[in-house]
């Protein structure tokens, strides 16, 4: 059954999707500074770890890390999601599908099997003092299907290709017409994900990876609802409906559940002596609670950010133009330029926290800057 559709918000000119552009090059770089964060003290996994012992920064960092874990990767599903129905609507299914494999399959190769051997060496040789030849470290390296944070392109494709084969298979446009939700609504959906995250980390918890595709089931519920909203929305126009007065609505309510939610939750651990491993996942009223906080903070984070975004920094420049036609390359080479950045800082005999104040800068810097050079180059560019 086909129904009558709203002009999708992708078909509008893209002068009025400048915004969009421009929170994608923000959201790269909340990734890059994320990753810093983990690397000198937060919580989480990376290449290369040189963590701080002091609360002072340790603390800081988490929040941020944790805030932006609520929202940021969801909110990447959420915006590629806006494009993906007008893009198989002019391409149809193969060309759709083949188009996707080539420039999502080609840096996911290339990264598994060149970009991430290397990586690990530097560290293993640097950090770890094996004083061996790359040529040695290969001979024993056994990790070749490493995606890394590429895990997020491996998802995207999947999602893609799902949508492609409902699309091929119904040989229509099924959509649904609704107006963009309330405020009211969208926090009771956020609720609904975070009961059902929830549920989800009591067998698959915040950490556990599904090997060697680099998911974290435990952030799978969010990723899959965002991204089937981003299809929804771009189907009926939301980003059109949005008003300045809900995206400030929900800015406030981010503020209180994000900030106060967040505090509260660590005041019940710390008075109660809850093991931090609860806000990790299992059967446990903490999880519980930090699954809804987390999902109704990066809920209303999206929102805020979107509608605030579209009245305010609706702007074209040639600046912005450039960092957004280099943010894919940056996101695939981030970890390299990070990696390298810390190894010449790890000698200096300062804290951690005080590197990572050094780092995130010339990180987001460096790896925009090395990924401004890479898509001007004839082969890169064709692909990213």
């Not at 990447?76 to 806006?82: I, M, N, Q, R």
């Not at 640097?126 to 491996?154: C, N, P, R, T």
């Not at 009961?195 to 680099?214: N, Q, T």
């Amino acid at each position: 059954m086909t129904i009558n559709q709203p002009v999708p918000a992708t078909d509008a000119p893209k002068s009025k999707l400048s915004y969009i552009n421009n929170v994608k090059v923000l959201l790269t770089g909340l990734v890059i500074i994320h990753h810093v964060l983990v690397t000198y003290g937060a919580p989480g996994g990376w290449y290369y770890s040189e963590k701080t012992s002091l609360a002072g920064a340790l603390i800081p960092m988490t929040i941020v890390v944790a805030i932006n874990q609520s929202f940021f990767m969801g909110y990447f599903f959420f915006l590629s999601a806006l494009f993906v129905p007008s893009s198989y609507n002019k391409k149809g299914a193969g060309r759709f599908i083949t188009d996707r494999l080539l420039r999502l399959g080609i840096p996911l190769m290339f990264y598994s099997f060149v970009l991430s051997p290397f990586m690990n060496y530097l560290v293993y040789y640097y950090a770890g003092e094996h004083h061996i030849s790359f040529g040695q470290y290969l001979s024993g390296y056994d990790d070749w299907v490493s995606f890394g944070v590429m895990w997020f392109v491996v998802a995207l494709l999947l999602f893609t290709i799902c949508y492609a084969v409902i699309r091929l298979v119904s040989k229509s446009a099924i959509t649904i017409r609704i107006n963009l939700p309330s405020n009211k609504r969208i926090l009771l959906f956020a609720t609904g994900v975070g009961v059902i995250s929830f549920a989800v980390r009591i067998i698959f918890p915040v950490g556990w990876v599904l090997k060697p595709l680099g998911f974290q089931l435990g952030h799978f519920t969010q990723y899959i609802a965002l991204f089937t909203l981003g299809i929804i929305a771009s189907n009926n126009n939301w980003l059109g409906q949005i008003s300045q007065e809900q995206a400030r609505r929900m800015r406030r309510i981010a503020i209180s559940i994000g900030g106060l939610g967040l505090l509260s939750i660590y005041a019940i651990k710390v008075i109660f002596n809850v093991p931090i491993e609860w806000f990790s996942g299992g059967f446990n009223y903490i999880s519980l609670l930090y699954s809804v906080w987390e999902q109704l903070t990066g809920f209303a984070i999206c929102v805020a950010v979107t509608g605030i975004a579209k009245y305010r920094w609706d702007n074209r420049s040639a600046m912005l133009g450039n960092l957004l036609r280099a943010a894919f390359a940056t996101y695939i080479f981030h970890p390299l330029v990070l990696i390298v950045l810390s190894i010449l800082f790890r000698p200096l005999a300062i804290d951690p926290a005080v590197k990572a104040l050094l780092v995130a800068p010339l990180g987001v810097a460096g790896s925009f800057a090395l990924a401004l050079l890479l898509v001007r180059m004839p082969l890169v560019n064709r692909v990213i």
